[in-house]
């Protein structure tokens, strides 16, 4: 597929809030104006070639807040009659091809009482992989040293390693805010196994619309896995909600924004007038 310049990209981004002010809601309110940028091969050809032209678009969507009742934990479901992504393949592309094979599974799931889904590895279904519709990040329990110094205290970041994985702009985020905080990162192969053998204190779901959703149980094969503690179990842990306050803050203009995140609206005021 040919590749937006990002001058277009952001020109085309700025042009869809300016014509859609109106939709924005209310600081406060905890809704936000979500962009989806799309690309789409819209050239006549029947043949299996690639599209000779394409057409760039970016949709503008009012949404609510993700979280109306507080950020609660939900349990987790692992797929194992189905793979989402071929090893060597397109997992780690954001294509629609990747997530509408998922929706049947995943309906199954909730239906059942899992509102997500995780996915292992397809070659060896031993090591994580990510959700269904989001990356897969977790947090170790602080260090249990007897040191009193802060920085043995600290927990340490996990996300799996992976070529069939999303490259979450809301991961890079999070990774980013963790190491502010002085805390350990690890990008590695994660073994399924450790979350079995309750390695890790808190687990998550991230990404754009919610940042994080945390997970209380994994259950694969019949087997439930709980996370952490019982206190975590019930509400999002005190790591996870660390992240999500900052990440939030920074989003709102609450709170400083040290990375660059934030992109300012150049002329969408006088544009809308």
């Given at each position: 597929m040919a590749p937006v310049p990002e001058d277009l990209f952001v020109e085309a981004c700025e042009r869809a809030v300016a014509n859609n002010l109106e939709f924005v809601p209310p600081y406060g309110s905890g809704g936000a104006l979500y962009l989806r940028p799309l690309l789409l091969g819209t050239g006549p050809e029947i043949g299996l070639y690639p599209a000779p032209e394409f057409t760039f678009i970016v949709m503008v969507i009012p949404v609510g807040n993700f979280y109306k009742g507080g950020v609660s934990p939900v349990d987790c479901l692992v797929v194992e009659t189905f793979d989402r992504a071929a090893p060597l393949g397109t997992g780690a592309a954001k294509l629609g091809g990747n997530y509408a094979p998922v929706l049947k599974h995943s309906s199954d799931a909730k239906a059942r009482g899992y509102p997500i889904t995780l996915h292992l590895d397809s070659k060896t279904h031993t090591n994580v992989d990510e959700f269904s519709t989001s990356n897969f990040v977790a947090l170790t329990a602080p260090s249990s040293s007897s040191s009193s110094s802060e920085e043995e205290a600290q927990p340490t970041f996990c996300?799996?390693?992976?070529?069939?994985?999303?490259?979450?702009?809301?991961?890079?985020?999070l990774v980013q805010l963790a190491k502010s905080f002085g805390w350990q990162v690890e990008n590695r192969v994660i073994p399924f196994s450790e979350v079995t053998d309750n390695r890790f204190q808190e687990i998550a779901a991230c990404g754009t619309?919610?940042?994080?959703?945390?997970?209380?149980?994994?259950?694969?094969?019949?087997?439930?896995?709980?996370?952490?503690?019982?206190?975590?179990?019930?509400?999002?842990?005190?790591?996870?909600?660390?992240?999500?306050?900052?990440?939030?803050?920074?989003?709102?203009?609450?709170?400083?924004?040290?990375?660059?995140?934030?992109?300012p609206a150049q002329g969408i005021a006088h544009r809308h007038e």
């Open positions: 996300a799996p390693e992976s070529p069939s994985i999303l490259n979450s702009v809301t991961k890079q985020s619309a919610a940042v994080i959703t945390p997970v209380k149980s994994i259950e694969r094969g019949g087997v439930k896995t709980m996370i952490g503690n019982a206190k975590t179990q019930a509400s999002i842990g005190p790591g996870f909600l660390r992240l999500f306050t900052a990440m939030r803050g920074i989003q709102n203009g609450d709170l400083e924004d040290p990375y660059g995140w934030m992109q």
